[in-house]
Each structure stands twice: as structure tokens, then as C-alpha cells.
């Protein structure tokens, strides 16, 4: 059963968590991306048969994915279509402008956005099929104006679900290969002969995916190292029991290591909770996994007020942050450290998740800190430029020189020198 503490200034730390190296997986990983550097294909197609039991073409050819995408259910593909129009439509909104502005002396400076050429979508297969993640990862990239969109998913004996397939061409990717794991990480971060390498990668994986992520990066870009998930409900006495049960356990059914907390100020709410969470645990198609992440990392913590409650999610910085209280806009100016917030007793995590607009794609592990969703300005890089006329530059010729001596880089002031 879920544990309610009284918060004594030391006892909130639920959240607290470190992305660590794990040995004996770092290990296997680095041997799998260096086989698929050197050997390419052959390398990845025999992972591909051991893990899903799969070696034929990667490539899923354009009459496979419209025959598949077809036997997607009607409805559903109608509510992605809407679906990704809001995450379109939101996202849109986030990319960068560029800008020029001209100074004295004819001195112009600017930025140039400019979207990335391509990018490679990691969606998990197998029971983990998640539609929704493909729209999150592909549309924003599309409509930042990325150049080619390519998707990996692991394809158990071959098969790609047809939901995934459907989102896939609603959210415009170009390209599906039938591969996952680390493998197919290396293969978007090297390039083999049949898929090519891409310039960043994002989506969500296991540990295997995500410790591949973190090994590639540097020699391409990734979107972030994804920890278990994550929600903090804050609520008060007028937040109903039932749906702040409901709540949490959207998070705890995803992982046992998952997370799911309340911070209230009223011990009737607690109660009643711990209640709730007991009677809907079994009502689960994923109880076991539920069970286990409420026993282990469930929390429900009593506070004296709301603000002590802000205080404590600005420490702990949640992936989902619920503010579940009579005036929920009251709490959002101090609210400092979050990945998606959701307002008021209507406003539950799944909406966040499918539809409304923003990203899922949340930090974790407390680096909301300092980190931010998946954003459309994630797919676009930023440049500067400078011009400086004859006249523009003898003005500013003693100081620049100045400058480079004073950290004995002489060749630098001379650059400037030789011009005068």
C-alpha cells in the first residue's frame, strides 16, 4: 500500500534520481555500435535475428506501408490526424526566427535558421507500440522543415503494427526501417548501406536504446536520456479522490520503477487516495506493473499549505506536474521547474500525452532544472553572420588586436592587421 508521510522538510526526495552508467550494459552496447560501425548491415541484420527474429530487407517498401497503415482502425486514424494537427499547430509556434540588423559604419550582424537535413525517430515495438510517439517525434520535425525523416522500430518476425505505420504517414516521415535496439541506433549515428546516417536522434527506448544514445552522442545530436516516468499531483481539498488515483497510476502502469506522488495539504484527499489507488490497482490490464511501481517509488506526502507543495515540486522538477486545486492559474507563476504542467481537475496527463499539442517527450530524472520538452526549435539549428565594411573594421582594429594579445593569440591581431 502506498505510504503518507507528513512532509518534514527531508522527506520529499522521491523524485531523486541519477541516470547512471550500468556496467555490464555500457559494455555490451559500446561492442554492438562498434560491430555495426565496422561491419554495417551484416552486423545489424544478425542482431535484428537474434532479438526479433527478423533478417530480411530493412526497408519497408511504399505498398507494405500503405497496405498496413490501411487496417489501422478508422476512428483511430482520424484522431491521430487531429492529433497531429494540434502537436503541428503548437509546435509550429515554437521555431526560432531568424533576424538581421545593420549598425554604423555599414556593420551587419544576423541569424540564420537553417532546419536539420535529416533526423532518425526511434519508435519502440512489440507490446511498447506507441502511435503516439511517432507523432510527437515526426511531426515537429516536419513542420520545422526537416529534409528526410527516418523512422527505425523493432519488427518482431517482421511485423510493423498498423497504427504505427498509419501515424507514420500522417505525421510525413519518409522512410521506415524494420530494426530497433541499439543497433539501430548505430545505424542512424554511422550510416550503413541501407540506412542512412542522420544528423540527430530522438524517440524513447529501453536501456539498451537510451545507453546507446548517450554513447553516440557528440557524433550526432539526441533529443535527451529518458529515466522512468514520472507525475506529481499537487491538489487540495477540493481535488476528487478518484481522479487523483486515476491519475497517478496513468504513470505507474507505464514502468515498476515509475513514479507517481501527491503532494496535498488536506488528510481527508490522502486518505481517501491511498483508498482509491487500492480499489483501481486491480482493476488494471497492467496491475502487476501498477502494484509495483505504487509500493516501491508511490508517495503521498501532507503539507501544510499549497505553497509548501510548489516548494516541493520546484525541488523535485517532475517530468508531468497536475495542479489540481480550486485555482490552479493562482500556482503556475511559481511554478519553476517542470516538464509539462496540467491545470485543473480536467486536465489529466493523457490529455497531454495524445492530443492537446504539446510534446511528451518530457526530462526526467529531475533535469527539468535545466532542460526542456521536445520542441519544433529542436529540429532547427541556429547561425550567425557578421559583415563589417573597410571603414567599420579600422574603427574597431585597435580594440579587436588589443583583445588578442591580451591572450597572446598574435595571429588572431594580425588577422585584423593585415587588413589595415
Known amino acids: 500500500m502506498i505510504k503518507i508521510d507528513v512532509y518534514n522538510g527531508e522527506n520529499a526526495d522521491v523524485f531523486i534520481r541519477r541516470i547512471e552508467d550500468n556496467p555490464s550494459v555500457t559494455a555490451a552496447v559500446a561492442d554492438i555500435l562498434a560491430n555495426v560501425r565496422a561491419r554495417g548491415d551484416e552486423a545489424v541484420r ?7 527474429g527478423y533478417d530480411g530487407d530493412f526497408s519497408v517498401s511504399e505498398s507494405e506501408w500503405e497496405e498496413g497503415a490501411k487496417k489501422c482502425d478508422p476512428y483511430l486514424y482520424k484522431v491521430m490526424e487531429e492529433a497531429g494537427a494540434n502537436i503541428a499547430d503548437f509546435h509550429r509556434r515554437q521555431i526560432p526566427q531568424g533576424f538581421e540588423v545593420e549598425k554604423e559604419n555599414g556593420i551587419i550582424l544576423g541569424q540564420k535558421v537553417t532546419p536539420l537535413e535529416r533526423v532518425g525517430i526511434y519508435v519502440p515495438g512489440g507490446t511498447a507500440a506507441y502511435p503516439s510517439t511517432v507523432l510527437m517525434n515526426a511531426v515537429p520535425a516536419k513542420i520545422a522543415g526537416v529534409g528526410e525523416i527516418i ?3 523493432p519488427a518482431k518476425g517482421g511485423y510493423i503494427k498498423p497504427e504505427i505505420l498509419a501515424a507514420a504517414k500522417i505525421a510525413g516521415v519518409d522512410k521506415i526501417f524494420k530494426v530497433g535496439g541499439a543497433q539501430a541506433v548505430a545505424a542512424l549515428a554511422y550510416g550503413t548501406e541501407s540506412i542512412p546516417r ?5 524517440g524513447p527506448g529501453n536501456i539498451y536504446v ?6 553516440v552522442f557528440g557524433l550526432v545530436d539526441i533529443d535527451m536520456i529518458a529515466g522512468p516516468s514520472e507525475i506529481l499531483v499537487l491538489a487540495d481539498g477540493t481535488a476528487t479522490a478518484e481522479r487523483v488515483a486515476a491519475d497517478m497510476l496513468s504513470q505507474a502502469e507505464h514502468d515498476v520503477l515509475a513514479s507517481a506522488v501527491l503532494v496535498t495539504d488536506s488528510p481527508r484527499l490522502a486518505e481517501d487516495t491511498a483508498a482509491e489507488l487500492e480499489r483501481q490497482i486491480p482493476l488494471l490490464s497492467r496491475a502487476e506493473i501498477a502494484r509495483k511501481s505504487v509500493d516501491g517509488q508511490g508517495r503521498i506526502i501532507l503539507v501544510k499549505d499549497m505553497a509548501q507543495a510548489v516548494n516541493i515540486a520546484n525541488a523535485l522538477a517532475p517530468e508531468h506536474l497536475e495542479v489540481y486545486t480550486e485555482e490552479p492559474f493562482r500556482l503556475l507563476p511559481q511554478v519553476k521547474n517542470a516538464g509539462s504542467i496540467f491545470l485543473g481537475g480536467y486536465t489529466p496527463e493523457p490529455v497531454g500525452d495524445y492530443f492537446a499539442g504539446p510534446n511528451h517527450t518530457l526530462p526526467t530524472s529531475g533535469t527539468a532544472r535545466f532542460s526542456s520538452p521536445l520542441s519544433g526549435a529542436d529540429f532547427v539549428k541556429r547561425s ?10 579600422e574603427e574597431a582594429a585597435d580594440k579587436i588586436e588589443a583583445f588578442a594579445m591580451s591572450e597572446g593569440l598574435q595571429a588572431h591581431a594580425n588577422a585584423v592587421k593585415v587588413r589595415r
Open 46 to 52: 544478425g542482431y535484428s535475428a537474434k532479438f526479433d
Open 151 to 153: 523512422m527505425v522500430t
Open 198 to 202: 542522420v544528423d540527430k536522434i530522438t
Open 210 to 215: 537510451a545507453t546507446a544514445k548517450k554513447l
Open 384 to 393: 550567425s553572420y557578421i559583415y563589417y565594411t573597410k571603414g567599420a573594421l
